[in-house]
């Protein structure tokens, strides 16, 4: 079977990123990272691929309207014919072009358990503030395939952390991330194993002996 590629899309510091690096480096997962595509200048994920000797594309969100960015995303993403999209901290919406020509092959990692703290207007540190403003006793990380919807696609994975009362949203954003960089490499990699099947809202994960 050849080689799964990967384009991945990033709009930060890319910490989930790199432990998608780290796992491929590592031979976790069998697969190539094409492309890494940020929707603003100068974030030090870019740099990052760079680093590890990825191509590495600006597509500025500013001064495009959202026709634009997505005609620009899905024009770099079947340049480098990846199979597999992977949105690590992407703050920008995919348009329904885009997640129809990859349907159930665009995932999205999110720092809450769907679907509580997600949707409009939760991202990055808001959704923990919000969850410690709320009093939760749990949150976690989610990771779900991309629908039209805002964090409404099948979730593959998802995995609690603790919020103690001590917490404020850094402390529980530190403790999600841990999470994350965990999730999203394994869910990466089920991907590429072809361990995923989507059944309407269920994901289904057949690798064996996975009991979830
Ligand atoms: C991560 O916590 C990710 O879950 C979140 O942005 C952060 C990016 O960190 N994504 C969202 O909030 C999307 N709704 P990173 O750039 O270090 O990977």
Known sequence: ?????????????????????????????????????ADRPGVFALERAEKHGIKALCIDRKGK??????????????????????????LSILDARVVARYKNAIMNIHPALIPSFCGEGYYGMRVHEAAVRYGVKV???????????MDTGPIILQECVNVY????????????????????PEAVRLFVNGCIRVEGRRVIICEE???R
């Open 165 to 184: 009362h001590t917490d404020d949203a850094h402390t529980l954003a530190e403790r999600v991330l841990e999470a994350e960089h965990k999730l999203l």
């Open 1 to 37: 079977m050849p080689q799964k590629v990967i384009g991945v899309l990033v709009s930060g510091t890319g910490s989930n990123l790199q432990a998608i690096i780290d796992a491929i480096e590592s031979g976790t997962i069998d697969a190539r990272i094409a492309l890494v595509i």
């Open 209 to 211: 002996g996975n009991g």
């Open 139 to 149: 949150s976690g990380a989610t990771v779900h395939f991309v629908d039209e919807g």
């Open 65 to 90: 309207d959202a026709a634009a960015l997505n005609a620009a995303i899905l024009e770099a993403l079947d340049e480098a014919g990846v199979d597999l999209v992977v949105l690590a901290g992407f």
